[in-house]
């Protein structure tokens, strides 16, 4: 028997078929084998907020937390909206402008979208 690949979602090894897709018993993903390598890079390239929503570039978002900021006496508050953010490759993945603070990078996951 040929070995299965791991689901994409959660790389759970206990994928099964079903008819002509793949099924995960510990997550319910489903996903069809033969385009599992586009989807793959299509879901790794994709940023993601904190609640999972996909981000775009010059989408809205609103800060969720408190964030300090080197070189500034305030944090940015919980709430903050930040308008048209656009989208970067490395540890910040969000490239924005705040009011009262300026240009900064921002990691997904300390926002949601608006």
Not at 22 to 50: F, I, R, T, Y
Not at 73 to 100: F, M, N, Q, W, Y
Request: aromatic content about 4%.
């Amino acid at each position: 028997m040929s070995e299965l690949p791991p689901c994409p979602e959660c790389a759970s090894v206990y994928a099964y078929p079903d008819g002509a897709l793949l099924m995960c018993p510990e997550c319910g993903h489903e996903w069809n084998q033969e385009s599992e390598g586009s989807n793959a890079q299509a879901g790794a390239a994709a940023v993601k907020d904190a609640n999972g929503n996909v981000l775009h570039d010059g989408d809205d978002v609103i800060v969720i937390k408190d964030l300090p900021v080197k070189g500034a006496p305030k944090p940015v508050k919980a709430g903050t909206k930040v308008r048209k953010i656009r989208l970067v490759d490395g540890d910040h993945d969000i490239s924005c402008r705040i009011d009262g603070f300026g240009a900064m990078a921002l990691k997904s996951q300390f926002v949601r979208k608006a």
